[in-house]
């Protein structure tokens, strides 16, 4: 297998990973597998122009689309937005970055579109619309238009039973008592 098929499937195993039942983020595969292409589905806040109001109104849902053309990773993937936005960085494409470097991930890719359709980054000194970029730069105080974290936190894990009564060990690891039952109790929040 080739260098670029290799990193195909990585790239298509580590989005399954993530994503898979994702709250805010679907991604879909298009295609042959392993996917040249994908469209990722945002459930974010995001901004729309409405000409009627002559202003823009937050959105929560949002789709783009991954190409992983022949030059990918060497080259930076191509990346549209499908429904309307109000953004400095997208236009035709959306800007995912001026300092592309083939050890990103499609995942890494994938939350920084959302960040930045949340405004948690944005660039109005590189503008793909001049209005939008105008606008924000009159605006920033309305910045992030949301805080959802794309990139889930893993799961904090605790034992049933553990009590204040507890010991670390020199790797950091807190030791708990035992208990009589065997079965360790593992609670998700």
């Not at 060990?169 to 030791?175: A, E, P, Y």
């Amino acid at each position: 297998m080739n260098p670029r098929m290799m990193r195909l499937n990585a790239d298509y195993e580590k989005i399954r990973t993530e994503f898979l039942g994702h709250r805010y983020v679907t991604v879909e595969p298009m295609g042959s597998l392993p996917p040249e292409r994908y469209r990722i589905t945002y459930r974010v806040p995001g901004l729309r122009w409405d000409s009627f109001g002559n202003r823009p109104i937050v959105v929560n849902e949002h789709v783009a689309e991954i190409y992983l053309h022949a030059d990918y990773p060497r080259q930076t993937p191509k990346a549209t937005l499908k429904t309307p936005i109000w953004h400095p960085n997208f236009g035709t494409y959306i800007c995912i970055g001026d300092h592309w470097a083939a050890g990103e991930t499609l995942v890494d890719i994938i939350v920084q579109i959302g960040d930045m359709i949340q405004y948690k980054s944005y660039n109005p000194k590189s503008p793909l619309n001049a209005n939008a970029a105008i606008w924000s730069m009159q605006n920033q105080h309305l910045f992030p238009v949301g805080t959802i974290d794309i990139l889930q936190p893993e799961p904090e894990v605790e034992f049933g039973g553990a009590s204040a009564d507890v010991e670390e060990d020199d790797l950091g690891i807190v030791l708990g008592p035992s208990s009589d039952n065997d079965d360790l109790e593992i609670e998700f929040k």
